[in-house]
């Protein structure tokens, strides 16, 4: 059973989550200082460091993870945005960000066998080409294509309102119960978005 944890700060107030199990923990989106996330975790080994979309305020904390050859996952359609400033929007905020790093690259519908659990890879671009959503069980890591109230913002370079409709239609569809853990602000559950 996974049990998740949850680290805010950073740009734009991200959510970091930590997913712990009996085989170890992931970390979805590092978008703060690695001991901060760091002192949130069990102290269990870090086995993947999974991202969402490759925007700079979900990936600013990468550096120590990969440093540490800990595997990343991003969607082949976000990679770039890795190494590109203008694309992952670090030059918005005047720093120019970008990471040398071999990748693992995510693809829809793959099913991901990390810390004894199963992890589906679900693509839901629109916030980004690559925007992915990550769900084990009952629960969904959903970045930023869905918030608690509202979806992410489509106005970016990359972005596409007619895919944002797509993906959120797609999220539509899994079971009500389903916990939404979102890339900002607090939980939701797919029967309450159904509502908006």
Not at 120 to 133: N, R
């Amino acid at each position: 059973m996974i049990n998740v944890r949850t680290v805010t700060g950073g740009l734009l107030d991200v959510n970091t989550y930590i997913l712990e199990s009996d085989g170890g923990c992931l970390i979805v989106d590092p978008g703060t200082g690695f001991a901060h996330i760091q002192e949130t975790t069990s102290g269990k080994p870090i086995q993947a460091v999974l991202l969402t979309h490759g925007h700079i305020d979900h990936i600013i904390g990468l550096g120590p993870f990969i440093e540490q050859k800990i595997p990343i996952y991003i969607h082949e359609k976000d990679r770039e945005m890795l190494s590109d400033p203008e694309k992952n929007l670090s030059v918005e905020f005047g720093r120019g960000i970008t990471f040398d790093v071999d990748v693992h690259v995510l693809r829809d519908g793959e099913h991901l066998q990390l810390i004894g659990e199963d992890i589906e890879v679900i693509s839901t671009p629109g916030h980004t080409p690559g925007s992915v959503c990550f769900r084990t069980g009952n629960i969904l890591i959903s970045g930023d294509t869905l918030f608690a109230g509202s979806y992410g913002r489509t106005d970016f370079p990359g972005g596409s309102m007619r895919q944002m409709v797509d993906s959120l239609c797609r999220l539509k569809a899994l079971p009500g119960e389903t916990l939404v853990y979102p890339g900002h602000g607090r939980t939701t559950t797919i029967a309450w978005e159904q509502r908006w």
